[in-house]
């Protein structure tokens, strides 16, 4: 029995596993500057032309305490522009970097118009599930700094990027190394309602709620019965009604 005790005693709780990040975007939007920024470190090549970075590279970043793990891509390309088996190598490693990631930070330069290509990258992190963080980089080229531009900026990005409209929007400037390091914040939020759930009689009750305030819509005639609601997974959070 003594032995038994001992044994059960000693059993180690899991460690928990780092949140991975995986960081996306055209070429020439500060995708490695910002990983340097989060590193502390020059872990990539960084120069001013398009397309530099050909392979992921991961670096473990501790804040306060907590592991993270940072993956830094190619830029996703058009299937025209992909001619060779270097950058159809980074395409591809883009993708799996997306799929094997909690977090993908989408980058995108609020001083250029969002491309049907940052639409399809929306796309990509939108159809693996994954929870999503935008940065808008390059804001110190903006001229009109208001509130008001800022807003505006925020509204064309959420409407162009409706894939993702629900992602939380960090503006940064990576060359000048401002308010880069408030994502550590805004990631651990997203990974708290990625991972998040929610017991069965609290999502009952707000099902109740909603169609006590809005009466389900009718087919022929016989109205929608939600007979109750459940959480089948989480990360991301999903939600099963089971209805008539």
């Known amino acids: 029995l003594d032995e038994i005790a001992n044994a059960s005693g000693s059993e180690k709780v899991p460690e ?14 500060g995708k490695s500057s910002f990983l340097n920024c989060l590193t502390g470190e020059n872990r990539a090549i960084v120069t001013p032309v398009p397309g530099t970075t050909r392979d992921c590279i991961d670096s473990k970043v ?24 270097i950058e159809r190598f980074a395409t591809t490693r883009t993708i799996a970097a997306i799929e094997k990631s909690d977090i993908v930070v989408f980058m995108v330069d609020i001083n250029e118009e969002i491309t049907d290509q940052d639409q399809k990258i929306a796309n990509v992190v939108k159809r693996r599930n994954k929870a999503s963080i935008i940065v808008g980089n390059k804001w110190d080229l903006v001229e009109d700094k208001s509130s008001t531009k800022m807003n ?39 990974y708290k309602n990625y991972e998040q759930r929610v017991s069965t009689s609290k999502l009952n009750k ?11 819509p009718t087919k022929k005639g016989k109205s929608l019965k939600i007979y109750y609601a459940t959480q089948a997974n989480n990360k991301p959070p999903e939600i099963v009604l089971f209805v008539n």
């Open 16 to 29: 928990k596993e780092p949140i991975k990040i995986c960081i996306v975007g055209k070429p020439n939007v």
């Open 62 to 85: 501790t804040v306060h305490g907590e592991d993270f793990i940072l993956v830094d891509t190619a830029g996703l390309r058009r299937k025209s522009k992909v001619s060779t088996n």
């Open 152 to 190: 505006s900026i925020e509204e064309y990005i959420l409407t162009k990027l409706h894939f993702i409209n629900y992602s939380k929007i960090l503006f940064t400037s990576v060359t000048e190394r401002k308010n880069t390091a408030k994502i550590w914040e805004i990631i651990k939020e997203v």
């Open 206 to 216: 707000t099902i109740e709620d909603i169609v006590l305030a809005t009466s389900p």
